[in-house]
């Protein structure tokens, strides 16, 4: 089936270790999205890639850092600068083909957690 | 940049009973507007989506209404029944090539609707 598939579900990192979230699509879709969910919040930017080997800040890069290499993954590393990093993270791609080349998928999130 | 402001944060009704859930923007060049449907622990899923060449969309029982001049949205959902508990999202974006997945959210609406 195709989708988007992030993984692991659920991580916990001691204070000051970087980790890395996965993210891989097999939609074929050019652009990929990372956005991070608080509680009683709506989803924010963190970065994004609209094509292989180039990504853009969203509205809170600061204390990630992320590569896109291949069409299909986008990972995200969270480092030690980033001062509140306990946070629901979500990948999304879209950019595939008319008529629903509109609309972003998402996967089921990484529920990181810092201990 | 874009700001989305979504109300109400809670929303209960009976089995049956429609819902109804604003949002306004502010970026007058935004011209794509998703909804999307979160249940917890899983990633939003899109339930109806407007463009702003169009004023009102339906789809069963979800309906989205769009006025570009007062730069407001609405999602309408009729007959509600239990299983359309959830969080609700509202997002704007400018669209365009690969950028529909770079989203704007709203706070989110949690709905819940009594049997």
């Known amino acids: 089936d195709g989708g988007i598939t992030q993984s692991p579900k659920y991580l916990f990192r001691k204070e000051g270790q970087n980790v890395t979230l996965s993210c891989e699509q097999n939609l074929n879709h050019d652009a990929m999205y990372w956005y991070r969910q608080d509680p009683g919040q709506g989803l924010r930017l963190i970065y994004y890639s609209q094509i292989v080997n180039d990504f853009q800040k969203g509205d809170i890069a600061e204390g990630y850092s992320v590569s896109r290499e291949k069409k299909e993954s986008f990972p995200l590393t969270v480092t030690s600068a980033q001062k509140n990093p306990t946070a629901f993270y979500l990948c999304a791609s879209s950019g595939g083909a008319l008529p629903r080349n509109t609309e972003a998928f998402f996967g089921q999130g990484t529920r990181l957690t810092v201990v | 940049g874009e700001n989305v402001e979504q109300h109400p944060s809670t929303l209960s009704v009976q089995e049956g009973d429609s819902a109804v859930i604003k949002c306004t923007y502010s970026?007058?060049?935004?011209?794509?507007f998703p909804w999307y449907k979160q249940e917890l622990g899983k990633g939003p899923q899109l339930i109806i989506d407007i463009r702003s060449n169009v004023g009102e969309k339906k789809d069963q029982r979800i309906a989205v209404t769009l006025n570009k001049t007062a730069k407001h949205f609405s999602l309408h959902i009729t007959e509600t029944q239990p299983e359309d508990s959830a969080v609700y999202f509202c997002a704007a974006s400018r669209g365009g090539g690969t950028s529909y997945g770079k989203l704007t959210f709203g706070q989110g609406t949690i709905l819940t609707v009594h049997p």
């Open positions: 970026d007058s060049a935004s011209n794509y």
